[in-house]
């Protein structure tokens, strides 16, 4: 393991904020919600709204829970912003057939078409984000956020 370039990281006194992966991970997710807040804010959108009107894909429901998990939310904070959305006709909650303790949140149609306008409002920061790469090293990228995520999630 002491062969890797990174394994310096394990010193303390070797570390240097410039190799640290999560520094350039913590910015690199602030700056891309700080230019998607701007954005949606012309069209009267804020990200935890943006957030569940991409996680809902209009042609299935899903859990209260599912949302949060997905979208790196508290249940409760994800439970508050589904009512703030059902307040706002977005989406409509119904519980599980199978198990009515689990809500069950879909779109609208006026949802429909708000996760249109946060789309059209917030695709081009993806693209310019991601202009100087090609499709291999995204998809080489994503892989590798998979991997360090399923080593985030491991019981150890």
Request: charged share 35%.
């Amino acid at each position: 393991m002491n062969n890797r370039k990174f394994s310096h990281l394990d010193d303390l006194d070797s570390f240097e904020l410039e190799n640290w992966p999560f520094y350039w991970l913590i910015r690199v997710n602030a700056s891309y919600l700080q230019k998607n807040e701007k954005a949606l804010k012309k069209v009267g959108l804020d990200v935890p709204r943006w957030r569940v009107l991409m996680l809902l894909d209009g042609r299935s429901a899903r859990s209260v829970s599912y949302l949060a998990k997905e979208a790196v939310s508290k249940l409760p904070t994800m439970t508050k912003i589904v009512k703030r959305m059902q307040a706002d006709g977005l989406v409509e909650c119904r519980p599980r057939a199978t198990d009515a303790r689990v809500t069950e949140v879909q779109l609208t149609k006026l949802g429909a078409s708000e996760r249109k306008k946060a789309w059209a409002a917030t695709k081009e920061i993806y693209r310019d984000t991601f202009s100087d790469l090609s499709d291999e090293r995204i998809i080489e990228l994503i892989a590798s956020l998979k991997q360090i995520m399923e080593n985030l999630t491991k019981d150890r």
